[in-house]
């Protein structure tokens, strides 16, 4: 797989673009975790709504009240919600 740049544009708590996303491991009202090539990015917040993922470039754009965004080490395994359906 190709090395994706990786960002984050939040505007003004409501909107989130993220680029780099591999997969998206879950994601309801309140949480979405994504596997990004820096990592794990968990989001929680309240009213989430996931507007569009492209898993062909790696471009990603939810809306909601976010409250948080958290890193972490674990990379993306084959456990990932669209790694199932896609297999």
Do not use: W
């Not at 997969?23 to 975790?33: M, R, S």
């Not at 958290?70 to 456990?79: D, F």
């Amino acid at each position: 797989m190709l090395h994706m740049p990786h960002s984050l544009i939040l505007e003004d708590r409501k909107k989130l673009t993220v680029s780099g996303v591999q997969d998206v491991d879950c994601f309801d009202e309140e949480t979405v975790i994504l596997y990004t090539n820096m990592g794990k990015l968990v989001i929680h917040g309240r009213a989430l709504h996931v507007n569009a993922l492209n898993v062909d470039t790696g471009d990603f754009l939810m809306e909601g009240d976010i409250v948080s965004l958290q890193y972490t080490e674990n990379q993306p395994g084959k456990t990932g919600f669209f790694s199932r359906i896609f297999r």
